[in-house]
């Protein structure tokens, strides 16, 4: 069976903040879902491929880059704490982030140097370059 990473979806609609907001929170975590299924594997390769320092040096950056993610689109949220914005503001950053994070992991970890295919497909990006408010 194939695996494929969730596609770059359409602008969420929503007549409200509270209807956009609720779609952006789906989406992360569909992008969640995808972040996690490539790094869990990513970690199986490691810990199989990289030996323990190589294994060790992975999970500490993830660690790093979700307290990264969490600082970044936190700064946000406060930057327009005052809206209504704020919060559709904050979930596209952590959507942007994730996707970002996901073809990351698939190109340093999942991929090969010579013509083996990589053990998951090439995640969605188009996602990371918008912020899916429409």
Known sequence: MIVTASPDPAPCPGATTIEVDACLAAR??????????????????VRKEGGEPVAKGFLQAQRSWLSYRNSECGALFEKYRDGTIRTSVEIGCRIRLTRL???????NWLTYPDSTPPLLPRPATDSALSDGRG
């Open 28 to 45: 992360f975590g569909e992008a969640d879902t995808d972040l996690n299924r490539y790094y869990d594997v990513a970690v199986q390769r």
């Open 101 to 107: 994070r996901t073809y990351m992991i698939w190109r």
